[in-house]
């Protein structure tokens, strides 16, 4: 039996979306790959690989407020 990851077929969707020229989406081309990426996040977020993502971003938003002061 084959299984498919949905969080790794989402990744393939958003770069396959994202390759094409900005020109030629329309609108509604827009909002659908912001719902994919948005369901792409929600799926990633539990795992281990988005808490170390979550991680690495606060890092980072840490060092830019303590070198704003």
Known sequence: MLTINVALLLVVIV?????????ARSRFDEKLTVVIVLALGVLIAPTAVGQGILNVLGQLANSITHAGR
Do not use: F, K, P, S
Request: aromatic share 12%; charged share 55%; no cysteine.
């Open 15 to 23: 770069v396959w979306r994202l390759r094409r020229r900005t020109e």
